[in-house]
């Protein structure tokens, strides 16, 4: 083409633009596509995201938002694209952001809080089956692009999941029991209970998601809860033991023994009833364990926990000549409220009547590890007896990280 031909062509261009309302420096390109292999998935499930459409070597911004009781978390990472036009999250790097290292669910778990709101917090939202699921949009903002949204779903309590309040006087027991789907084949029925908190409301959220996985599960309440003690004092071994049979006689219940859960206090009565109920309960869960009796709390001239009417004295070491099945201790190595580490490798170094029990050592975590990976979760715990939050160790990436490799652990155990 002659530099004529080629001036006239350049003049076409020119009209063109002009046409449209736009200069060549002010031309949009097209939105980026947002690609999610999974739109629907239980909450601790990955999702793998990839951003198509880019330019080789274009910076491109993905964000994930929440919304939560307190108002909108997000998460946000910025990228450049490979030289295929792609930015595929599990295996890109951040340039800056809310997480660093490549980690594809890491815009999920290191949303922050919004502005305004206490840092300290983790994610929160109501009850399971008053919110079953929440929306997760995901948003991505190339060079001189629009952006490109999509919204994911994120399951907290499967559709068919039922659940009741379980009452003391009518029940023997106090908290929530949580049903799989009807026609669900039957699974290891699930006893899970909290720390110092009491459990009850606190496990809620890890009771639904383990009956929407198909297992029946009791969120037990163990004191505060009415006609239970007001404080962590003089609690019955045999009342943990009620709870599990009730969940035990569950019509999706697999026979063969329950699983017992426990975080932080909770430790204690788990390994417990695995050692003085193996008939009843098979295997234990214990996060940021103790492998020994501690005192009651905030009281500690009480004693914890009783069987048969005795207390359990402090500092007794938690035997394990009678325990049937596996004891799984998932610990930090950064926990700042106890030794837990320590107290984990104590109790894989024991032995049962049958199977060999583990540790789960995390080295850069802290105290806080007891549920499913894939949301934000603080570092801190707010104490009642305070008024204050107080650090629980490691730090939210550690963390993260640790939830991510046990809670698949944990599922093992259950689906033993």
């Given at each position: 083409m002659g530099f004529r031909g080629a001036k006239g062509l350049l003049?076409?261009?020119?009209?063109?633009?002009?046409?449209?309302?736009?200069?060549?420096?002010?031309?949009?390109?097209?939105?980026?596509?947002?690609?999610?292999?999974?739109?629907?998935?239980?909450?601790?499930?990955?999702?793998?995201?990839?951003?198509?459409?880019?330019?080789?070597?274009?910076?491109?911004?993905?964000?994930?938002?929440?919304?939560?009781?307190a108002g909108t978390w997000k998460g946000e990472a910025r990228?450049?694209?490979?030289?295929?036009?792609?930015?595929?999250?599990?295996?890109?790097?951040?340039?800056?952001?809310?997480?660093?290292?490549?980690?594809?669910?890491?815009?999920?778990?290191?949303?922050?809080?919004?502005?305004?709101g206490e840092s300290r917090r983790s994610f929160e939202q109501l009850f399971p089956e008053q919110e079953r699921d929440f929306t997760v949009l995901l948003s991505a903002t190339g060079d001189d692009r629009p952006a490109a949204r999509r919204e994911i779903t994120r399951v907290r309590m499967a559709e068919g999941v039922g659940s009741r309040a379980l009452l003391l006087k009518q029940d023997k027991v106090a908290g929530r029991l949580y049903q799989p789907p009807q026609g669900t084949p039957k699974r290891a029925p699930v006893l899970i209970f909290g720390g110092s908190e009491g459990g009850g409301d606190y496990t809620r959220p890890e009771a639904a998601l383990l009956a929407s996985r198909g297992h029946p599960t009791l969120s037990l309440c163990y004191f505060g809860c009415d006609g239970l003690p007001k404080?962590?004092?003089?609690?019955?071994?045999?009342?943990?033991?009620?709870?599990?049979?009730?969940?035990?006689?569950?019509?999706?219940?697999?026979?063969?023994?329950?699983?017992?859960i426990g975080a932080s206090r909770g430790t204690e009565p788990a390994q417990?009833?695995?050692?003085?109920?193996?008939?009843?309960?098979?295997?234990?869960?214990?996060?940021?364990?103790?492998?020994?009796?501690?005192?009651?709390?905030?009281?500690?001239?009480?004693p914890a926990w009783l069987r048969g009417g005795k207390p359990f004295p402090e500092g007794f070491p938690i035997p394990y000549d009678q325990v049937r099945g596996t004891v799984l201790a998932i610990a930090g190595g950064k926990d700042t409220l106890w030794d837990t580490r320590k107290s984990s490798e104590s109790i894989?170094?024991?032995?049962?009547?049958?199977?060999?029990?583990?540790?789960?050592?995390?080295p850069g975590a802290g105290h806080a590890l007891n549920s499913y990976?894939?949301?934000?979760?603080?570092?801190?715990?707010?104490?009642?007896?305070?008024?204050?939050?107080?650090?629980?160790?490691?730090?939210?990436?550690?963390?993260?990280?640790?939830?991510?490799?046990?809670?698949?652990?944990v599922l093992r155990v259950l689906t033993r």
């Amino acid at each position: 083409m002659g530099f004529r031909g080629a001036k006239g062509l350049l003049g076409l261009v020119a009209l063109a633009l002009l046409a449209t309302g736009c200069s060549a420096g002010e031309q949009k390109r097209a939105a980026a596509a947002i690609e999610v292999d999974r739109p629907v998935t239980l909450v601790d499930e990955a999702v793998r995201i990839r951003i198509t459409g880019l330019n080789a070597g274009e910076r491109v911004t993905v964000t994930a938002e929440a919304d939560d009781r307190a108002g909108t978390w997000k998460g946000e990472a910025r990228f450049t694209a490979d030289r295929r036009g792609v930015v595929d999250l599990t295996r890109a790097k951040p340039l800056s952001g809310t997480y660093a290292g490549a980690d594809g669910m890491g815009l999920f778990w290191s949303m922050e809080a919004p502005p305004g709101g206490e840092s300290r917090r983790s994610f929160e939202q109501l009850f399971p089956e008053q919110e079953r699921d929440f929306t997760v949009l995901l948003s991505a903002t190339g060079d001189d692009r629009p952006a490109a949204r999509r919204e994911i779903t994120r399951v907290r309590m499967a559709e068919g999941v039922g659940s009741r309040a379980l009452l003391l006087k009518q029940d023997k027991v106090a908290g929530r029991l949580y049903q799989p789907p009807q026609g669900t084949p039957k699974r290891a029925p699930v006893l899970i209970f909290g720390g110092s908190e009491g459990g009850g409301d606190y496990t809620r959220p890890e009771a639904a998601l383990l009956a929407s996985r198909g297992h029946p599960t009791l969120s037990l309440c163990y004191f505060g809860c009415d006609g239970l003690p007001k404080e962590l004092a003089n609690i019955p071994l045999e009342y943990f033991a009620e709870g599990a049979r009730l969940v035990a006689r569950q019509p999706g219940a697999k026979p063969g023994g329950v699983v017992a859960i426990g975080a932080s206090r909770g430790t204690e009565p788990a390994q417990l009833l695995a050692q003085y109920y193996p008939d009843v309960v098979r295997d234990a869960v214990v996060f940021a364990p103790t492998d020994q009796i501690v005192t009651g709390f905030p009281d500690m001239s009480k004693p914890a926990w009783l069987r048969g009417g005795k207390p359990f004295p402090e500092g007794f070491p938690i035997p394990y000549d009678q325990v049937r099945g596996t004891v799984l201790a998932i610990a930090g190595g950064k926990d700042t409220l106890w030794d837990t580490r320590k107290s984990s490798e104590s109790i894989a170094a024991r032995r049962g009547t049958a199977e060999p029990h583990r540790a789960l050592i995390h080295p850069g975590a802290g105290h806080a590890l007891n549920s499913y990976p894939h949301t934000p979760r603080s570092t801190f715990s707010w104490a009642a007896d305070l008024q204050d939050f107080i650090s629980m160790g490691g730090s939210r990436p550690a963390d993260a990280k640790a939830r991510a490799q046990a809670w698949p652990e944990v599922l093992r155990v259950l689906t033993r």
